[in-house]
Every structure is written in C-alpha cells, then in structure tokens.
C-alpha cells in the first residue's frame, strides 16, 4: 500500500523560501501512470492545487503561484520535493502531497498526513 | 486558475439525502472526483469519474452528472458523514487541476 509523508521546516521567514519533501513508500515515482501532486489549503479556506511532476521531469503548475514555485523528484530517494520562493503570509498553509492514478482518471487517491507551514517572522 | 462553484453548506438530518452540487462552468464535464475531509485529516477521494467509488467507500455515496453540474448524493446519511467535501477534475486544456470551493455538510 502506497504511503506519502511531507516533510520540511513549520515555520519560514517572510521573503525566503519554502521547502518542502515527499517521500513515497510501496511504490516508486518512477512508476508510469502516476503524476506527484502538491496542494495546499490555508487555515479555514479550501484546497488549492500547487502543482505536479511526472517521472519524466514534465511539471505543471498553479498560475498563479508559476513564477515561485519549482517541483523535483530524487529517483534515487524515492522523493519528490516542492520549492516556493518569496514567501508571504499569504503561503502560511498546510501543504499535502498526493499521488494522481490515471486508474482513477487523474483523481488523487493517495494523500500524505499534511505538514503545516507558517510564515512568520 | 478557476473554481468550481459548491454550495457553502449543506444541512441534513439523520436518515435522509444530502445532494451536494459542483457547477463546472465553462471548463465543462470532464472526469470530477470527489473527496471529504474531516477536521485536521487529510482529504480522501470518495468517488472519481463522477459516479466510481474507490474500494472501501460505502454504497451511501453515490454521483451523477446533469449538464455542467456534478452532483455527490450521499443517502441514509449517518453522524459520521459530517465533513467537508470537496470536488476536483482536471481541466485537459489547461493541463491543471481544479478544486471546488468546498461545502461543509452538517448532520442536525
């Protein structure tokens, strides 16, 4: 069964930037048919879609977080990492990873626990 | 990017139907997926291509889709069933994913 757990620092500065890593266990990011998600949801708001990576490198992202936001993955580690830079107030969240399945027409079955991220100063 | 359009909230009392729709607007039907979350849990997908459940998902929930609207019916609801929902697809030509704004259903 595949698990996903987000990991990174809770607390960021204003104007830095936001690091955040998913390590996949039974499975691989390697597999096809699968695409890496995050997506993030701020204290009492809904959720919001980040952005995806596929195995290949191929990488789409939320418009309006394009020009700040960078996805990787670490074949070697199992992982897929999010980079957001110049952070406000307004990326305080808790950010999730999950896997997109082409076997349930690209819903998100798998979902990690969620990390909270606050920037604060 | 845009929204799909949900009603804030939904009530309902035990034993009965709650309907909660997902306007799509112009991006228009593709494949919608629907999850809930409960308070601090992540979200869990409930139903995908609009009436598929995942393994482990009651037969309560159920999905259609009429025009640009998917609809989540979960009937007989329960105490449990109290969460937030949210709907989701994948705007092709865009190549993004989309969420609903979310609907908090509360079991009176």
């Known amino acids: 069964q595949v698990q996903l757990q987000e990991s990174g620092p809770g607390l960021v500065k204003p104007s830095e930037t936001l690091s955040l890593t998913c390590t996949v266990s039974?499975?691989?990011?390697?597999?096809?048919?699968?695409?890496w998600s995050w997506i993030r949801q701020p204290p009492g708001k809904g959720l919001e879609w980040v952005g995806y990576i596929y195995h290949t490198g191929s990488t789409s992202y939320n418009p309006s977080l394009k020009s700040r936001v960078a996805l990787s993955t670490d074949i070697s580690k199992n992982q897929f990492s999010l980079t957001l830079s110049s952070v406000t107030a307004a990326d305080t969240a808790v950010y999730y990873c999950a896997r997109v399945s082409a076997t349930v027409v690209y819903g998100m079955d798998v979902w990690g626990q969620g990390t909270t991220v606050t920037v604060s100063s | 990017s845009s929204l799909l359009t949900q009603p804030p909230s939904v009530s309902v009392a035990p034993g009965q139907t709650a309907r909660i729709t997902c306007g799509t607007g112009d991006i228009g039907i593709k494949a919608v997926h629907w999850y809930r979350q409960n308070p601090g849990q992540a979200p869990v997908l409930v139903l995908y291509d609009a009436t598929d459940r995942p393994s482990g998902i009651p037969e309560r929930f159920s999905g259609s889709i009429s025009g640009d609207t998917a609809t989540l019916t979960i009937s007989r609801v329960e105490a449990g069933d109290a969460a937030d929902f949210y709907c989701q697809l994948w705007d092709s030509s865009r190549d993004q994913f989309v969420f609903g704004t979310g609907t908090t259903v509360t079991v009176l």
């Open positions: 039974g499975g691989s990011v390697r597999s096809g048919g699968f695409y």
